[in-house]
């Protein structure tokens, strides 16, 4: 018996290794997926606010039509488009469009209204038997296809109509399915899919027009996926449930192994669902050869038991690891998305203010439309220096030198602007943005700045340990300025941003040298918000 101890112990101690090897093996099989269920929700969160987005400036567009009850001529829709930036702010998107919705039998009148926005006659195109006709009026960018296809009706597509029906319907904005676009313009057809959002005409209470995105499936989903840094996932996108039929776009980088999970998105009232499988740049996080090492070194019992030990506490720690990774993304990913939200939702209630404002100042369209647009230009401006800072803060000299050079010139005189490094917070930054802006269009229509811009100097500094900020802007030349009898929507907007959003304190002196104004403001105003103190500037007459 005791000659066969020698092969029994190989024989345990074998059995042990191989035990060992194949747990190994199991505990690494699930830390991967776990890893891979992780980058699978960071893939499908950069699709989700993608897409977020794009339906964001659905949102703007109504905004605008709404505001001017349809009155947008086609340079107007063209320089709205200019303004917002397409390729920096919402890339993927293919042209933003606008559909005149009206009973079949209107197309004398709809062809009329082309032409009164285009300068163009066109038809409208192609016949059909339904109740409604939806010929696009606008589109941008205005390409030679674009221009030809002026005067489609998409109520005479069916998968067109269904999403323009449930739009009326449901009063949400709707997507397509899967389509080819470009064959209505003889140009190059390539795979997309549109999403459209109904205008109301005001005081009729019901809808007038449609606005509409045209998105190029390919272009959409490469910048989404192929952006820095690049995702390890290969994706199968389909409209509604999985089939090569309903196949929206796939990733070109190969699939590796047979690791697939599944996701489920609402676009535009359509459901997605999205596979996402490994590529082979995802790497697992532990190493294929640990369970053969583990084979190995289990014919020596000792070592076998403490290497497993050791090997289970790491599988332990990796996968509590990436399940606390996983959840923090997904809280990441909620926060994201309401603060997302709430941002929008500000920045049109701001657009929406100063439109209205603007318009019941404006002498007429022309007159709007160039006051709107600089203010828009202003807004963007204060909002690019925030995302370049990922919302943290903004440089004060640079927010100035910005706001001046586009007033004045990009090359601004020496000493023009002087002060200490200032950084702003968000409502700040956005809020002087704003004021700079009109301080700089006020400066260039009636004092010297326009002709001579070295008579303006802006000056600043910090007071109470950092926590109020003092801001003079002074205007010489020798012409005597006097107090207007009524102040304008600027002066207006200015004391709202200063005195409302800053709470803080201005003052203008009217010399015979020119204007002087100062400016203090609570830097730590947020702060004090949440602390229940209050900073309170002293006055505006004290000297740096």
Do not use: C
Not at 69 to 95: H, M, P
Not at 199 to 210: H, I, R, T
């Amino acid at each position: 018996m005791k000659r066969y101890l020698p092969v029994l112990a190989f024989v345990a101690v074998a059995l042990a290794g191989l035990a060992m090897a194949v747990f190994a093996y199991m505990s690494g099989e699930e830390a991967t997926r776990i890893k891979f269920e992780a980058t699978a929700d960071d893939a499908l969160n950069r699709i989700e606010s993608r897409v977020v987005t794009q339906v964001s400036l659905l949102r703007s567009a109504d905004a605008l039509f709404t505001m001017l009850d349809g009155e947008v001529s086609a340079n107007e829709f063209r320089k709205y488009f200019d303004t917002l930036q397409i390729e920096t702010n919402f890339e993927g998107l293919r042209g933003l469009g606008v559909l005149s919705l009206a009973k079949a039998g209107s197309e004398p009148a709809l062809e009329n209204e082309i032409f009164e926005r285009q300068g163009v006659r066109r038809a409208i195109y192609p016949a059909s038997g339904g109740e409604w006709r939806t010929p696009i009026m606008l589109y941008e960018p205005m390409e030679r296809p674009a221009l030809v296809g002026l005067g489609f009706d998409m109520f005479s597509d069916p998968a067109r109509r269904e999403a323009i029906l449930s739009a009326i319907d449901t009063g949400e904005p709707r997507a397509t399915g899967r389509l080819l676009l470009g064959q209505a313009t003889g140009a190059e057809v390539w795979p997309g899919f549109l999403i459209f959002s109904v205008v109301e005409k005001q005081g009729a209470g019901k809808p007038a027009w449609l606005v509409f995105s045209t998105f190029r499936v390919n272009d959409l989903f490469r910048q989404i996926l192929d952006k820095f840094p690049v995702l390890p996932v290969h994706a199968d996108v389909y409209d509604g449930a999985v089939g090569e039929q309903n196949l929206l776009f796939r990733s070109e980088r190969a699939a590796t192994g047979d690791l697939v999970t599944t996701r489920q998105l609402l676009v535009g009232g359509r459901p997605w669902t999205i596979e996402f499988s490994p590529t082979a740049e995802f790497t697992a996080p532990t190493s294929s050869i640990v369970p053969f090492l583990l084979a190995a070194f289990g014919l020596l019992l000792a070592t076998a038991i403490a290497f497993l030990q050791r090997y289970q506490m790491r599988a332990y720690d990796a996968a509590a690891e990436l399940r606390e990774n996983a959840e923090k993304s997904l809280l990441e990913k909620d926060l994201m998305l309401q603060e997302m939200k709430h941002r929008i939702k500000n920045s049109i209630t701001r657009v929406l203010a100063i439109a209205r404002q603007t318009a019941a100042n404006a002498k007429d369209v022309n007159e709007f439309s160039e006051s709107f647009s600089a203010r828009l230009q202003a807004m963007a401006a204060s909002q690019d220096m925030l995302t370049r800072s990922r919302w943290q803060k903004a440089d004060l000299s640079e927010l100035l030198r910005m706001e001046l050079s586009q007033a004045f010139g990009k090359e601004l005189p020496e000493g023009m602007i002087n002060g200490p490094r200032v950084l702003l917070s968000e409502t700040v930054t956005q809020a002087l943005g704003l004021t700079f802006h009109e301080l700089a269009t006020n400066a260039l229509k009636y004092g010297e700045v326009g002709r001579s811009p070295d008579t303006l100097q802006v000056s600043w500094g910090l007071r109470q340990g950092e926590s109020v900020l003092w801001l003079s802007w002074r205007e010489s030349g020798g012409q005597a300025v006097v107090q207007p009898e009524k102040a304008g929507f600027g002066t207006k907007l200015i004391d709202m941003n200063i005195t409302r959003e800053l709470k803080g304190r201005i003052k203008r002196n009217y010399t015979p040298d020119g204007l002087q104004i100062e400016i203090l403001i609570p830097l730590a105003e947020e702060k004090g918000r949440k602390t229940g103190n209050r900073a309170v500037p002293s006055q505006p007459t004290e000297q740096p």
